[in-house]
């Protein structure tokens, strides 16, 4: 899969940069495939977000549940063992409605909802260029305020 870093994000962007590190938004990012996890985590941080990681959805939800650290948004992958990123989509509809969710999958948003899966935030197709994560990461932040 290739991931590229061409392109750079919205002028009306937030400016994360005017912000305390305690008011900076949290995003965890799941995904088996530590390249993955990684390149989203640079990206993000970047951008000047504070970033968690997870190596699945059953590490995810034990992080969110323990209440640590104040996740905001998941940008998750869908194909994960132990807990997949649509069981934790569903798993955080329930017990925490109030955190935002970006589902990344070579599924398109159409497939998804014929599959019965809860509306996420967003759904990033693989593979991603990096403004079009940015993008969609202040897309959904953006919802919340």
Request: include cysteine; charge should be negative.
């Amino acid at each position: 899969m290739t991931y590229t870093t061409a392109g750079s994000a919205s002028d009306s962007a937030p400016d994360w940069a005017d912000q305390d590190t305690d008011e900076l938004p949290h995003i965890l990012i799941v995904d088996d495939e530590d390249a993955v996890r990684r390149y989203i985590a640079r990206i993000l941080q970047q951008d000047g977000l504070v970033v968690h990681q997870a190596n699945d959805g059953a590490e995810a939800l034990e992080l969110i549940k323990r209440g640590t650290e104040p996740v905001e948004l998941v940008v998750s992958d869908i194909v994960m063992p132990r807990l997949n990123g649509v069981d934790l989509l569903n798993a955080l509809a329930a017990s925490h409605p109030d955190v935002s969710v970006i589902l990344m999958s070579a599924y398109a948003q159409r497939e998804l909802s014929e599959m019965g899966v809860v509306p996420p935030c967003g759904v990033l197709p693989k593979p991603f260029a990096a403004h079009r994560l940015i993008a969609e990461v202040r897309r959904c932040l953006s919802k919340r305020q």
